[in-house]
């Protein structure tokens, strides 16, 4: 756990995997509920593997494919992400406190420490609970935030608890949505290296 904790300004473009992907698609579309953007991995510098569920699971290699929804009345950002053929290996949801764009129209969210990562079979586990009690302790979020944090979190897992399979449901109709707006020249398109 680290001493300086900060809630973190994440772009949607995920920018701070770039030093792990050497080239990388975005493609970025907004409507009146969400942020999307579905992030096409062409190259990485080093495959990213995590232990979890008592296995590994590759998360990021050449060919794979990460959704993030940002949905914009909720407190959570979805990623799923997906290997080369598109099918989701994890999806991992960052509580939220917030969303905006920065000044080249990227939207952003501040992550609040707490994620929820969950299996394909609804499998799901905290990671950083550490850290959003430290955040608490060292007054980096008020009060207020870490029971929405709480809050919101306990709602996700009672969801996915009753419905192992919502998040698939979810995230493929959002998939569908966004791979439509890409054949018809409506996503925004972002190339890095």
Not at 36 to 63: H, R
Not at 102 to 113: E, H, Q, T
Not at 144 to 161: C, E, F, M, W
């Amino acid at each position: 756990m680290k001493d300086n904790l900060v809630v973190k300004h994440v772009r949607l473009t995920f920018d701070e995997w770039n030093r792990s992907i050497r080239y990388k698609t975005v493609y970025l579309t907004e409507d009146a509920q969400r942020c999307c953007a579905l992030i096409c991995i062409e190259q990485v510098k080093d495959s990213q593997i995590w232990n979890i569920f008592g296995g590994e699971i590759t998360v990021a290699d050449d060919g794979y494919t990460w959704l993030v929804i940002a949905q914009k009345q909720k407190n959570y950002v979805v990623t799923m992400y997906m290997n080369s053929e598109c099918q989701p290996l994890l999806w991992y949801i960052d509580m939220t406190d917030g969303m905006g764009k920065d000044p080249d129209g990227v939207a952003f969210y501040n992550d609040i420490f707490l994620d929820l990562l969950v299996s394909p079979t609804g499998e799901f586990r905290e990671d950083d609970r550490d850290e959003l009690e430290a955040a608490l302790a060292q007054g980096v979020i008020s009060d207020v935030q870490y029971h929405l944090t709480n809050t919101t979190a306990d709602s996700l897992k009672r969801k996915i608890t009753s419905d192992p399979h919502w998040l698939q449901r979810e995230c493929q109709a959002v998939l569908d949505t966004v791979r439509r707006e890409i054949a018809e020249g409506r996503c925004r398109k972002i190339c890095s290296s």
